[in-house]
Every structure is written in C-alpha cells, then in structure tokens.
C-alpha cells in the first residue's frame, strides 16, 4: 500500500467489559452499549481499531501499519511491534486494582514483549471527591507491601489525590497505582497491555473467581519512592513525557493550522464536533467522543469546528533506532 492512499481516518472505538466499569460511556460519550454489562473501557486507537471512512474502510490499524509502515506512524517504529500508542476512555464506577507497569526493559526481560507501559491520565469527569493512587507512603519497604497484600490491607500504604475534571496525571512506568469509582478518564499510553496487578481490594470477576494478582513482578518493578503529582495545566500542552504528548485546543470560529512533524497525530473530540482536514486531501468529521487520526505522511493538517479535541502524538526516545 503507498502513502497516496492514505487519507484522514476516522476509527471505530472497542468497548470492553470491566467488573468495575459503568455507564458513563455512554451517558457522556455518547457510545452505544451493546448489553447492560459494565462497559469500563473504550479503545479508541489501537490496533484493533477499524476504519470507518474512505476506501480503507474496515481495515484495522493492525492491518494498515503493517502495509504501510512509516508512512502511517512515522519512522523509529518497527511496523511488526504494531501501532505503538493506545488511547482508550476508562469509566471507573469501582476501584480499579492497584497495579504497576514495567518500563522497556523490564518488559523485554520479563516478558518479552517491546514495550512497557508508560500512561497519562486525563479527567473528563469526576464525581464529588473522587480519588487516584499514585504511589506508596514514604518509608514503605517491599516487605511491608507484601505483608499487607498478603493480608488484604494494602490501601493503608496508598497515596492518594482528589481530582477533578481538567486534572491531569501523568504516571511512568514503574508508578504503583489506581484509578477511583466515579471518574471517567481519557488515557493516552504506550501500546502495551502488561500490567502487574498488586492488589484488588478482594474482589472477584464478574465470573465469580477471584482476580489473578503479579506479585513478584509487580514489586520488581514498583518504584517505591517517587510518585507523580496531579497537574492542572494552563496551556495547551496537557501531558509532555518521553514516550508521548497530548494538547488540548479548544475552538472557536477559526481555523487551527498544525504540522505533524512526520508523526501520526490522533485527535479525540471532547466537546461539540470538530473537523478535520490533510491539506490537499479529505476531511472528517468527528462529535463527542470519536476519534480520528492523521496519519504520518501528511505534513500539515487543519482542524476547525466549535469545540474542544485532545491531540495526541508519539515521541520516539532519543536511545530507540532511528
């Protein structure tokens, strides 16, 4: 497939069912629900994603980054490691459990896998007094987690933070941490699904058994003695780590004129609708709570519309090939 084929895409969310999830998926977002189940997360760019406009219609991001490599997520990205960003919306109406995710390296020792898990965290919604883990008390050792996760009271060693809508979270990996009932969170990652479930507060599945926990990977990894603090951003740029970036630009009645940098840009519409054009090619139309991406051959792209759209981008490690 050659980049002339590529066009602005409009992608197809996959909503998953989560023990702990909601309905605010489809009471804020609009997202259709197929079954009263509790929906908790909405993959809205991912490999399994699927075009929903144009000739490429059906095709999965899978699917095209393979046949088109740079061309769709720019250069310093192997095409067979896959699309190397997720972004998904969590609706949290339990505790999600305490987790920890591995870095790079850990990730390719311990499982083998070519990425770890790098995230941030974006409020869409938060109910009165909603809270985050991010990281372990001070002065907490590896035995003390353990004993208290062998003895069910590890969220006395939690940190924990009231957010609201507009904070922002970034979390490295590495970061022992949860995400609380009541919120509902835009989550821009790498694109890895390894997580180290430490703890979840003695719940069972939605099968009726009780959940697997990663204890001993999990306490290799967790860093005990740093944790992130929440951020409300003045400017546009929201989160600014080293795997990723994400802008928020609200709009008016103007255009906003933006260059890709040779990387792919996904763009998620929070509030009103908003379109998006590749100069020189097609646009697409994108309401509340769809997203689209602007793939990375395309220099220049323009969005317009009344309305507010988080931007999103890789950034490739100044140590990674290429």
């Known amino acids: 497939m050659r980049a002339a084929e590529l066009y602005p895409l409009k992608l197809e969310p996959r909503l998953h069912v989560k023990v702990w999830g909601g309905g605010r998926l489809k009471t804020h977002l609009n997202k259709p629900q197929p079954s009263n189940e509790p929906y908790g997360e909405s993959w809205e760019l991912h490999d399994t994603s699927i075009v929903s406009n144009g000739a490429l219609s059906g095709k999965s991001l899978r699917e095209l980054t393979t046949a088109c490599g740079a061309a769709l997520i720019g250069s310093g990205n192997d095409p067979q490691d896959g699309f190397p960003l997720l972004a998904k919306f969590i609706d949290a109406e ?29 409020v869409v919604h938060a109910e009165e007094g909603a809270r985050l883990v991010i990281g372990v008390e001070p002065g907490a050792s590896r035995e003390d987690i353990a004993a208290a996760i062998s003895e069910n009271r590890l969220e006395n060693y939690m940190r924990y933070a009231e957010v609201r809508e507009g904070d922002v979270l970034t979390i490295p990996a590495n970061t022992v941490h949860a995400l609380g009932p009541g919120l509902l969170v835009y989550e821009i990652q790498q694109s890895s699904d390894t997580t180290y479930r430490l703890y979840d507060w003695g719940r069972r599945d939605l099968d009726g058994k009780p959940r697997q926990l990663y204890i001993d990977k999990g306490l290799q990894v967790a860093n005990l003695d740093h944790a992130p603090e929440v951020a409300r951003p003045d400017i546009d740029l929201v989160v600014d ?34 379109r998006a054009a590749a100069v020189g090619n097609e646009s697409i139309a994108l309401a509340k709570g769809e997203t689209g991406l602007i793939p990375a051959c395309f220099e220049e792209f323009a969005l317009s519309g009344v309305g507010t759209v988080l931007r999103s981008c890789q950034r490739i490690p100044q140590s990674s090939p290429g």
């Open 94 to 122: 339990q505790w999600l459990s305490i987790q920890v995710h591995p870095n790079d390296e850990q990730a390719l020792e311990l499982e083998g896998e070519p990425r770890g898990k790098a995230e941030a965290w974006i």
């Open 241 to 274: 780590g080293e795997h990723f970036a994400t802008w928020r630009h609200e709009l008016g009645n103007d255009d906003l004129n933006l260059e890709t940098d040779g990387v792919f840009q996904a763009l998620t519409c929070l509030e009103g609708e908003i």
